[in-house]
């Protein structure tokens, strides 16, 4: 079965300095990796995802994340952290087509606080 | 797109009554996806429909819960005979079918309290 740890439940950074939120997976096969970021009250937004190809990907927002398989790490980035990206960020990863499963199993979540 | 919409948006209920939740997806959607989440908890997998029928269900999803999409659009799911447990945020989200690795587009979610 595949699962995500967000080993930090939360993050504080400075408004204009560089954010990191990290995420590992565990999953047979190469994974499908998501980043999502929920508001207040909201349901989750997608930020981006990586499938294959280029280890960086770039999604919304500025934001930006790095797939290592050897380390099994997908970590969430951004070069200048603004006090709107404060919000509750989750990490998902589903198993490749063809494995039986349409789930996407999420990490627990973690609360990002940029201080002005 | 006027995005996945979710109702109610709030249920509070007394423990052992029914409860019911519609979904509506996004209108080219054929996928749909009920997740549960409980406050500092990611979402959890509960069940999955592709157009009508309903394709993986999770070991989470007990015999008092039944999740319908009877024509492959609007869904709906069902709690019997609540309990405290069961309170949490309903979300529900959809994909297109094309590619198994489109985004989930989620809705703002039920929020049910079980007193």
């Known amino acids: 079965a595949q699962s995500v740890a967000q080993p930090e439940d939360q993050v504080n950074v400075a408004e204009g300095n560089p954010l990191t939120v990290k995420c590992t997976y565990s999953v047979s096969g190469n994974p499908y990796l998501f980043w999502y970021v929920q508001y207040p009250n909201r349901g989750l937004q997608f930020l981006l995802k990586?499938?294959?190809?280029?280890?960086l990907v770039k999604g919304s927002y500025g934001f930006e994340a790095e797939f290592n398989k050897s380390q099994t790490s997908f970590h969430l980035k951004k070069p200048s952290a603004l006090v709107s990206d404060s919000a509750l960020y989750f990490c998902?990863?589903?198993?490749?087509?063809?494995?039986?499963?349409?789930?996407?199993?999420f990490g627990k979540g973690t609360k990002l606080s940029v201080i002005p | 797109d006027t995005g996945v919409s979710q109702d109610p948006r709030h249920k509070i209920t007394k423990r052992g009554q029914n409860v019911t939740f519609r979904c509506d997806p996004i209108?080219?959607?054929?996928?749909l996806y009920w997740y549960r989440q409980t406050l500092g908890q990611g979402p959890e997998f509960l069940t999955y429909f592709q157009n009508e029928a309903q394709l993986e269900k999770s070991r989470l999803l007990s015999d008092r819960f039944s999740a319908e999409r009877p024509k492959g659009s609007f869904s709906t799911l069902e709690i019997q005979r609540t309990e405290q447990g069961d309170s949490a945020m309903y979300l529900c989200?959809?994909?297109?079918?094309?590619?198994?690795?489109?985004?989930?587009?989620f809705g703002n979610g039920t929020r049910l309290t079980v007193t």
């Open positions: 998902a990863v589903r198993v490749p087509p063809g494995a039986g499963s349409y789930q996407l199993t």
């Open positions: 209108s080219e959607h054929n996928r």
């Open positions: 989200a959809s994909s297109t079918l094309t590619g198994s690795n489109s985004p989930l587009h």
């Open positions: 990586y499938i294959t190809g280029d280890n």
